[in-house]
């Protein structure tokens, strides 16, 4: 370059290059301006002068920061200029939107969980008031007095059970025989003298003493309990060889059922139509 020539030349080479740099960089602090002024002015006039104050008077003064700094901040500042500013409120609105959304789209997803028995169990145990043991008597006492391996006659057996709780002469029968309000407890109807054989006579021990859980008779008892969704109104039934005019039979070799409540014996706060019907033999 030209300038480079003409600072060969002087005596004072180094300083000059000095003030070049700087002036190459096109961004002067106001103390590197007053130095370069004082430098030029110090020398004689000539060509290598008058271009440095050539250079000098287009240099941008800035504040007391290094030239590299300037450079630096100028750079970042035309890069942010290619970038769109958001604004935070709008980042943050944005951000709720999505987590609303994938909120309700879970919630939309989630379907509710069907109970496991031991759940419903639980449940059974708090609604009739029954203890764990007295649950297990009563399960025991239906598959003994039904057909344990059919879902269908177990069903009916706990049916006609409940029934009798709902049943103003059965509910002061077991008053009387017990000697106690336990007329309305399924289980006191279970093992009252005079109702079901198979307790007074310790057959149901049979299926005490072993898992009942994998039989279907087991798994009709909690369905039953749990849904109170009625398969019949009869108060009573026989074993499978007593068929008679009038009863009536949900399986072949199972128990026949007779004698229904009618709406005159009915507890007034209970259910007053069954709300399953199965298909019967009569």
């Known amino acids: 370059m030209e300038i480079d020539r003409l600072i060969e030349k002087t005596e004072d080479e180094k300083l000059l290059r000095r003030i070049r740099n700087l002036l190459l960089k096109k961004v002067l602090t106001k103390s590197n301006a007053c130095f370069v002024l004082s430098v030029l002015l110090s020398c004689s006039i000539g060509n290598m002068t008058i271009e440095l104050f ?27 200029e290619e970038v769109p500013v958001v604004s935070t409120d709008e980042v943050q609105t944005e951000a709720i939107e999505d987590t609303s959304a994938a909120t309700v789209s879970q919630e939309e997803v989630q379907e509710p969980k069907e109970p496991d028995n031991e759940e419903k169990k ?48 059965w509910i002061n029968y077991v008053n009387n025989i017990m000697e106690g309000q336990n007329g309305s407890s399924i289980y006191y109807q279970c093992i009252c003298p005079g109702q079901f054989v198979v307790y007074q006579s310790k057959a149901y021990l049979e299926f005490l003493n072993q898992d009942r859980t994998a039989l279907p008779g087991y798994q009709a008892i909690i369905d039953f309990l749990y849904t109170k969704n009625s398969m019949h109104d009869f108060l009573s039934f026989r074993s499978s060889s007593a068929k008679a005019p009038g009863r009536t039979q949900f399986v072949k070799g199972g128990n026949w059922y007779f004698n229904n409540l009618t709406s005159a014996d009915r507890v007034e706060t209970a259910p007053k139509e069954s709300s399953v019907k199965v298909f019967a033999k009569k």
């Not at 008597?137 to 059919?150: D, N, Q």
């Open 54 to 80: 050539k250079m000098a008077s287009s240099a941008k003064i800035v504040d007391e920061v290094s030239s590299d700094e300037i450079e630096k901040q100028l750079t970042m500042l035309e890069l942010m």
């Open 122 to 169: 639980e449940a059974v145990l708090s609604e009739y008031n029954l203890t764990s043991e007295q649950f297990d008597v009563l399960a025991s006492c239906v598959l003994a007095e039904s057909k344990a391996e059919c879902y269908q006659d177990a069903y009916a057996v706990i049916n006609t059970m409940y029934n009798r709780t709902i049943s103003n002469n």
